[in-house]
């Protein structure tokens, strides 16, 4: 039976949060708000299972490119394994600070900076769309000549280092501040302060910042973190997609090709900020005022903890699981992530998702049991909670937004 270890991600990755947030609990240090966190997690749950679906992809897309468009073959040596790294850091350079400067770029990077907190859950806010973008700048690599296989174990290790950096408890790290980005360095990056802003874009290497003129060293004025304009929402949609809708509403209005052009390939700080304002109004209702009561936030948790597990699994036995299977498994965790964010925004409209999540998994069940008594079982399930559902909606409701503290 084959097992897919990178499901080991999952606890590895979740061992480092847990020991920061004890850290500054134990220490008083503020650094770390639970809606913020739970949108941080949720958002790297919707990326590493869409791994499952993408990894093989992009490993043949490298063997694709490398076949038939390498200018070199190159051998797995120490020094072309020494190049591939200093390469690989340099694209990513270029890709990091293009998604900052291009508003193409900006709207599939921006999800990773609307945290306003600054730790290692922030590191998690990766979508797919971003690394289908960095795979497109990673494409030189193999047509560079370094084989598909070099390319893929050399990025999991570059991946792993900018976890580390997420993280405002280590301070400055002495003589390796000269070298490496360290979550010194990329404290100012997540920063939102002017004289922060658009620097440090390195990943490993800080040497690529100090040579292109984008470094910035940080001094003693307090970090604000997030978005110059937050985005004070915590839809787990409207996160994801709120910047390309911006676009498209934009180029909309542009009177001509040149015009639209010049808004998808222009700067962010050059966007109407009235765009959002705009889709907001039309797209969206206004977030609940009230605060997340004590029911909501171990809802949340529970949730949250379920769809970590099945994450788990479904990344660790994708090999054995049906297409059929990996789509409800994968549907169930999904709508699970924008029941979350429709319950930090206290929307009651979200026992329907909830009805619509139940019905996923009573399907997922039949499927996977495929014999009377379990499909007997599904059917009778499905017709009781159709004939209450009027009843069982009061009772959700009355739990989860007027159970109080």
């Known amino acids: ?3 897919n270890l990178m499901a080991l991600a999952v606890p590895f990755f979740l061992v480092f949060i847990g020991w920061e947030y004890l850290y500054c609990k134990r220490k008083g240090l503020p650094f770390y708000h639970f809606t913020e966190s739970v949108a941080n997690i949720n958002t790297g749950i919707a990326e590493r299972l869409s791994d499952v679906f993408t990894s093989l992809l992009f490993f043949y897309f490298f063997r694709y490119l490398y076949v038939h468009f390498a200018f070199f073959h190159l051998q797995a040596t120490w020094y072309n394994w020494l190049l591939l790294f200093l390469l690989t850091d340099l694209v990513w350079y270029w890709y990091h600070r293009l998604a900052h400067e291009i508003n193409i770029g900006w709207a599939v990077h921006v999800v990773h900076h609307q945290s306003e907190d600054f730790n290692y859950t922030v590191s998690a806010r990766i979508t797919v769309l971003q690394a289908a973008v960095r795979s497109l700048f990673w494409s030189v690599l193999p047509v560079a000549g370094f084989p598909p296989e070099m390319i893929t174990t050399l990025l999991l290790v570059h991946g792993l280092y900018p976890f580390f950096i997420h993280t405002q408890t280590i301070g400055r790290l002495g003589w390796l501040e000269y070298v490496l980005v360290t979550p010194s360095h990329h404290r100012v990056h997540h920063a939102s302060n002017e004289r922060y802003l658009d620097k440090n ?6 040497i690529w910042d100090k040579l292109f003129g984008t470094f910035c060293k940080e001094d003693e004025e307090p970090i604000t973190y997030g978005l110059t304009k937050p985005l ?3 839809s787990f949609l409207w996160q994801h997609f709120h910047y390309i809708l911006e676009l498209l509403h934009a180029c909309a209005a542009a ?3 040149e015009t639209r052009l010049r808004i998808l390939f222009g700067k962010p700080a050059a966007m109407d900020p009235g765009a959002r304002v705009i889709l907001e109004k039309k797209l969206l209702t206004a977030p609940g005022t009230a605060s997340t009561t004590r029911a909501q936030r171990q809802y949340i948790l529970w949730q949250t903890g379920f769809s970590l597990l099945l994450l788990f699994l479904v990344t660790l036995f994708s090999a054995q699981l049906s297409g059929v299977q990996c789509m409800l498994l994968s549907g169930i965790i999904l709508v699970s ?7 930090l925004e206290q929307k009651k409209w979200v ?5 619509g999540r139940l019905l996923l998994v009573l399907a997922a069940v039949g499927y996977h049991g495929q014999n009377s008594v379990t499909l007997g079982v599904v059917t009778v399930m499905v017709l009781l909670l159709t004939i209450y559902f009027r009843a069982v909606q009061t009772y959700y409701e009355r739990f989860l937004f007027n159970s109080g503290e």
């Open 201 to 206: 874009y390195g990943d490993v290497l800080i």
């Open 255 to 257: 009177p001509n090709r």
């Open 337 to 343: 992530l924008v029941n979350t964010g429709a319950i």
């Open 351 to 355: 026992f329907y998702l909830e009805y």
């Open 1 to 3: 039976m084959h097992f």
């Open 232 to 234: 004070g929402h915590y």
